[in-house]
């Protein structure tokens, strides 16, 4: 490997570890500030200038067309109504159970809904490591809603929808790929500014929150920092490092996300609810540690063949 090469991974890595610690802040930030509008605003107005921000980048660096020929794929339509229904849900569950648990909860349903709808649409079938995995999130998962006070089943329910959302959104996002032989961020181009459109009538209609400028700061950082350049800075990372690799650096989310409802939000976690997030995390890295090696060998073979 050259040294433009370990150059270029390196800044890859540290693309998806910022694009994580944005991520990660969404909830916490809404939560810390007391915001006073609803999750559905607030899901809506992430989804709305995230999506502005990233159709304006793909479209100045591949070109609008490019947008507009995955505009007709009914499939990116679906992508778009499943990214505004994840943040929407996202923030429901969050803002009912609590960031840490809200978070966790939907990243580690997330990859086990993927690898389901995967082998159902052919882009791969479950695998006795993804079992083992999955009974480890069921696991870790059933530590951490067993101790915790909260007993919000809107909250976990909805935390359940935004892993399935999450799961249809990349599982799509990735088939749609590799289709057309694009990159992944012009996929994003299109999907998010379809959101756009479709979040601007409830934006509309749930903005009586704009009175102040503390509020208005807080919704251009959500759109514009944590989705339109986190997913700029994530899509940089898929396009240098392997899946599994992005995978596995992607575990900083919800590490960060519980971190920062303990110790800012003051949110509740004992000693088995830290062994539950524990458990969660071990599942999504024996998921991403797997798909790593999994890569590695593939492209062995190939270079050997």
């Known amino acids: 490997m050259t040294s433009t090469s370990v150059r270029g991974n390196r800044l890859a890595v540290a693309s998806v570890l910022l694009a994580c610690v944005l991520f990660s802040t969404s909830a916490t930030s809404r939560a810390y500030l007391d915001f ?3 999750s559905i605003s607030v899901g809506a107005w992430r989804v709305f200038l995230g999506g502005i921000g990233l159709a304006t980048f793909v479209g100045i660096k591949y ?3 490019s947008i507009f020929r995955l505009v007709r794929e009914p499939t990116v339509w679906l992508m778009a109504v499943a990214v505004l229904a994840y943040q929407i849900s996202f923030f429901i569950g969050a803002a ?4 840490a648990m809200g978070t966790l909860g939907a990243l580690a349903t997330a990859p086990f809904f993927a690898c389901l709808l995967g082998w159902i649409v052919g882009t791969g079938k479950p695998t006795k490591v993804w079992i083992v995995s999955t009974l480890l999130g069921v696991i870790g998962l059933a530590l951490i809603t067993g101790v915790t006070e909260v007993r919000d089943n809107l909250g976990f329910f909805a935390v359940f929808i935004s892993g399935v959302m999450y799961a249809v959104f990349t599982v799509f996002g990735v088939r749609i790929a590799r289709t057309h032989n694009i990159p992944g961020a012009q996929v994003l181009g299109a999907v998010f500014g379809i959101g756009a459109v479709l979040s601007l009538p409830i934006v509309l209609m749930t903005s009586a929150w704009i009175n ?3 509020y208005v700061g807080f919704v251009l950082y959500i759109g514009l920092a944590t989705t339109a350049l ?3 800075l ?3 990372g898929l396009t ?3 899946p599994g690799t992005v995978s596995t650096l992607t575990l900083a989310e919800p590490v960060l996300a519980t971190v920062l409802g303990v110790f800012i939000l003051s ?7 830290w062994v539950g997030c524990a458990t969660i995390i071990s599942a999504l890295a024996l998921l991403g540690i797997v798909e790593t090696g999994s890569k590695s060998k593939n492209q062995l073979e190939q270079t050997n063949a």
């Not at 009912?96 to 960031?99: D, K, L, M």
């Not at 949110?267 to 609810?273: D, R, S």
């Open 240 to 242: 240098h490092l392997s």
């Open 267 to 273: 949110e509740p976690m004992n000693l088995l609810g």
């Open 63 to 65: 070109g609008f067309a």
């Open 96 to 99: 009912r159970i609590g960031v």
């Open 212 to 214: 102040s400028g503390v």
């Open 234 to 236: 994530f899509g940089n």
């Open 36 to 38: 006073p509008g609803t």
């Open 230 to 232: 986190g997913y700029i």
